[in-house]
């Protein structure tokens, strides 16, 4: 389909792109194994655990 659509170019390089990003993503994830670290894959829907990005401080009482 990318052949005839003249984006063969393109969709090989995202397929290559995702492909280095993915071992990049094991390496880390191996290294913070053997560190010792805890790693969970990402949550589901509906999962209790966030993105640590999402948490926020509890608000001051005034």
Known sequence: MAAKGGQ?????????????????????VDQLRTAGAPVIDRPVSGDPATDLQRLTAPAEPS
Do not use: I, M
């Open 8 to 28: 063969f170019d393109h969709t090989a390089q995202r397929l290559r792109d995702a492909r280095a990003e993915g071992a990049e993503r094991q390496r880390v």
